[in-house]
């Protein structure tokens, strides 16, 4: 016990495991998450807030009363219910009447679960999860990570909860993956990345609401009973709301008082929601939006859901904020541009839109050169056809009528007047009347026998298909081997509709929004590892490269697209001479 309390004072030990209670205890100097072992083998919810003295058995913190018209687990025992316990991660449809975290058709048609405890492993570090950004740790030493492990015995699913407490901060991350070691397929319907249940609903829910240029607007407004909640069903998080929300006492205010704070690391469909009950508990579901989602799970496979992040603050909103941002500055951003001053560049855009040679290019490079401006950026409008907004995008090679030499002979005038070179691209989109879309129709998102649905003459390709990255890939891994490019910036104009996969059965159409998040990561992936958007490291003419995500590129902004980017521009409201903001 000597040694137990002394490794604890040292930070050395944050997660423990009390046997005779069947009770976790995560904490650092901040705070402290409880949670226990149910006597039905669920996983239940004690505490989350400020650091508590450890002790062997906090089953006090355990409400069970008896109250009326209450579905009770056990004959007998009027005391134990589902429906008024906080839950970990609740099932649907086993006298749990508030919205679940997960639900899971099955072959007889049944949607009921039974997850109980089976085990726990407790890691140093922090793991990767598999093709999703996250936060990470540079030592071991930063963190330790708790797998819980559940199972329903009836269809064989397992269920593994990952908690990340860091050594500093208030900060807890959380996921859920789920394997399929029965011997029938299932569908994932409902899977979030988080729940939790607070005791009492006497918070104000933050949000951040908007629209196209004007992204990002605080609302806040007192819980009451019944749902509410934020969303997108875009395919994308949207300009209308960030994947964020917090909860925060009456009474704080930037400086103090008890705020909890949730952000979700991905870039798709999402739902945000605080739920209050009828007796006053609070419980915040997010995750992946649930509408149009539906996962095969055939025998031995697995799914994991995007990582959550989870802040508790004593000191008000600025407490929160300033441990998200220490957080994603340091251990979601990546590179070396994560510690670096970003360049001072000049774009084209404004000054050009569509309408410019390379003379037009050179001037103005001369007076942004003369400005002390370090880079010099490319807009739209500088490959083969692109005179409007009408044709050629996906057809990713430079018009020589605007640029005789091409890229690399643009980068290079660049370079001789001081200045590096960045380019414009927005590779999810497909113009009608370009090469790529004359070459493979099929690869635009379209539904058989409807007129397929065009937006700012654009459709958008379907990165569910790996071909389709392929193809991406293949076309701008050219431009990036011949030319010697310090800046990219990604935009992203435009909203998913009529999303289908040619290439899926019908089953599995409610896979494609995910599998489209997923192949824009395999895609940024491959980008960053060749040509890491911080520092190019190849055998090739390796220089130091930054990736941007665009101003635009809002409808996608969030904690997400942290790692990729070296610099991201929040909104569209920010004035033309500003720079990106990290």
């Not at 990767?128 to 950004?133: A, F, S, T, V």
Request: charged content about 25%; glycine content about 6%.
């Amino acid at each position: 016990n000597y040694q137990r309390i002394t490794d604890m004072r040292k930070g050395k030990i944050m997660i423990i495991y009390h046997e005779s209670s069947k009770t976790f205890h995560l904490y650092n100097n901040d705070i402290s998450y409880i949670m226990c072992v149910l006597p039905n083998g669920h996983l239940g919810n004690l505490y989350f807030g400020k650091r508590i003295h450890d002790r062997e058995d906090f089953s006090y913190l355990l409400e069970m009363k008896q109250r009326p018209k209450t579905a009770c687990v056990y004959e007998g025992n009027r005391k134990f219910s589902l429906e008024h316990l906080k839950l970990e991660y609740p099932v649907y449809g086993s006298s749990d009447y508030r919205y679940p975290a997960m639900e899971i058709l099955q072959e007889n048609g049944s949607r009921i679960s039974d997850f109980t405890y089976v085990s726990y492993t407790i890691a140093v570090g922090k793991p990767k999860l598999q093709g999703l950004p996250a936060t990470y740790t540079e030592k071991d030493e930063e963190a330790q990570t708790l797998c819980v492990k559940l199972k329903d015995e009836v269809t064989g699913i397992v269920l593994e909860l990952l908690y990340t407490i860091f050594t500093q901060r208030g900060i807890i991350t959380r996921s859920a993956r789920f394997t399929n070691e029965g011997t029938s397929s299932v569908h994932l319907l409902n899977a979030m990345s988080l729940s939790l249940d607070l005791p009492d609903k006497d918070y104000e829910m933050i949000d951040l609401a908007g629209v196209w240029a004007r992204e990002r607007y605080v609302r806040r407004h007192k819980l009451d009973y019944g749902i509410q909640s934020i969303y997108s069903m875009r395919g994308c998080s949207s300009y209308q709301f960030n994947p964020f929300l917090a909860l925060a006492r009456e009474n704080a205010d930037e400086f103090q008082g008890q705020v909890y704070g949730f952000s979700l690391v991905y870039s798709g469909n999402f739902l945000a929601q605080t739920e209050v009950d009828n007796y006053d508990t609070a419980r915040v579901l997010m995750g992946i939006h649930p509408n149009g989602f539906k996962w095969t799970l055939g025998k031995g496979e697995s799914f994991q859901t995007p990582e959550m992040v989870m802040v508790y603050s004593e000191a008000g909103l600025n407490g929160m904020s300033q441990t998200f941002h220490k957080l994603y500055r340091t251990r979601l951003a990546r590179g070396t541009w994560r510690d670096k001053v970003r360049p001072i560049l000049i774009n084209s855009w404004e000054a050009c839109y569509f309408d410019f040679d390379e003379k037009k290019l050179l001037e103005l490079a001369q007076a942004a050169k003369q400005a002390d401006i370090d880079l010099f950026v490319l807009d739209d409008g500088w490959f083969k056809g692109r005179n409007d907004t009408s044709s050629s995008l996906g057809d990713w090679v430079a018009d020589t009528r605007k640029l005789p030499d091409g890229l690399p002979g643009l980068c290079k005038k660049l370079n001789l007047l001081g200045l590096e070179m960045g380019l414009w691209v927005e590779p999810e989109a497909i113009s009608p009347n370009s090469d790529l879309y004359r070459a493979h129709p099929d690869w635009a998102f379209a539904i058989p026998g409807r007129t397929p649905l065009e937006i700012r003459q654009q459709y958008t390709l379907d990165f569910s298909r790996p071909e389709v990255v392929d193809g991406i890939w293949q076309q701008l891994d050219t431009i990036l081997e011949s030319c010697p490019l310090k800046y990219l910036k990604w935009d992203m104009n435009r909203s998913l509709a009529h999303v289908y996969n040619a290439k899926l059965p019908a089953k599995r159409q409610g896979e494609v929004y995910h599998r489209y998040v997923m192949g824009v990561y395999e895609l940024q992936r491959r980008l960053t590892e060749k040509y890491p958007a911080c520092c190019w490291k190849t055998a090739r003419a390796a220089v130091p490269a930054l990736t941007a995500a665009c101003s635009t590129t809002a409808p996608k902004f969030g904690a997400a697209t942290t790692p990729t980017p070296a610099a991201a521009w929040s909104s569209s409201t920010a004035p033309a001479c500003s720079t990106p903001a990290a």
